[in-house]
């Protein structure tokens, strides 16, 4: 029986797969709002937290020091195997119990990070290549408030920039992006 994030993290997987899918090889060098990640470091870094958080779901380690080259070979087949393995991962009935011995936080808080992650940079990857997005909307329902409340843990750790000013009348996205410190207006120059 899973539990009440799994089938949110599996929206948020399936949302942003044909992003992931839809990159070409030419365009691994582009920008992305993530100013310190270039397509290719951001699908490397995506693919690592998506890896390494399947060990987490279960209470284990992961290493986060550095990241692997992972696209190699048939990476965004790939890709979508190891979002099935995330999911299948964080589907266990206990998986939201208890404090994660590899973060040391709350199992549902690290299941909002790698669910926000998903959502999140699955926006910078299509922003980044031009493809279009959108992020399932119960995932971004639950994602919003979770990132709101983690914001200022956040941003000293530096996973968040400095919030981004937005219109009062900004969809609840354009909100998430800017706590995250994203312009959700960003376009490549």
Same mark, same amino acid.
């Given at each position: 029986? %899973? ?8 929206? %948020?997987?399936?949302? &942003?797969? =044909? ?12 920008? &992305? ?13 995506? /693919?690592?937290?998506?890896?390494? /958080? ?6 284990? @380690? ?16 790939? /890709?979508?195997?190891? &979002?099935? $393995?995330?999911?299948?991962? !964080?589907? %266990? ?13 709350? @199992?549902? *808080? ?12 699955? !926006?910078?990857?299509?922003?980044? &290549? ?6 399932? @909307? ?6 919003? =408030?979770? /990132? ?5 843990? %956040?941003? $000293? ?7 981004? =000013? ?8 354009? $909100?998430?992006?800017?706590? *995250?410190?994203?312009? =959700?207006? !960003?376009?490549?120059?």
């Amino acid at each position: 029986m %899973a539990n009440a994030l799994s089938p949110l993290i599996d929206s %948020a997987a399936r949302a &942003t797969d =044909p992003v992931v899918r839809g990159v070409e090889d030419g365009q691994l060098t582009l920008p &992305t709002p993530c100013a310190e990640y270039d397509v290719r470091a951001l699908l490397n870094h995506l /693919f690592h937290v998506v890896v390494g /958080f399947q060990a987490l779901a279960a209470r284990g @380690q992961a290493d986060f020091s550095t990241t692997p080259d992972y696209l190699q070979g048939d990476w965004r087949d790939r /890709f979508g195997e190891e &979002t099935v $393995k995330l999911v299948e991962a !964080w589907s %266990a009935p206990d998986a939201l119990e208890g404090v994660s011995q590899g973060m040391g936080l709350p @199992q549902r *808080t690290v299941a909002h990070m790698v669910m926000g992650d998903l959502v999140v940079h699955g !926006w910078d990857l299509a922003r980044a &290549t031009g493809q279009d997005y959108r992020p399932d @909307q119960a995932a971004l329902g639950e994602v919003r =408030p979770a /990132f709101q409340e983690m914001a200022p843990m %956040a941003r $000293k750790a530096g996973a968040f920039g400095e919030e981004v =000013p937005v219109a009062s009348d900004a969809t609840p996205f354009e $909100k998430l992006l800017a706590g *995250t410190g994203r312009d =959700p207006h !960003w376009a490549p120059s």
